[in-house]
């Protein structure tokens, strides 16, 4: 996703992230909200109740262009693996 610094078209971006067993603890999802001012909506979601093995999300962020890009480099940096779109491994869980 390109986007330019002024950027403030309202889009929706679909995506399916990873959230590894060792990520349990830390308010991700939250943190996207807070720090970049986007609206999730989690569509679905796999997370184990003992948290043993990695959860799975999947995620509506509601924004401007400029939000959603950074709130999905924010994604990248904590190196999650992430699916977008059209582009998830699978249909559904």
């Not at 799975?56 to 401007?64: I, P, S």
């Amino acid at each position: 996703m390109v986007s330019s610094a002024n950027d403030n078209r309202h889009i929706q971006h679909r995506i399916r992230i990873q959230i590894p067993k060792t990520y349990h603890q830390e308010p991700i999802i939250s943190d996207v909200i807070t720090r970049y001012g986007v609206t999730v909506n989690i569509t679905a979601a796999l997370l184990s109740a003992n948290a043993k093995e990695d959860g799975w999300f999947d995620l509506e962020l509601r924004g401007t262009v400029n939000q959603v890009h950074n709130a999905l480099e924010y994604l990248h940096d904590l190196n999650l693996k992430t699916w977008h779109g059209e582009n998830d491994p699978e249909d559904g869980w």
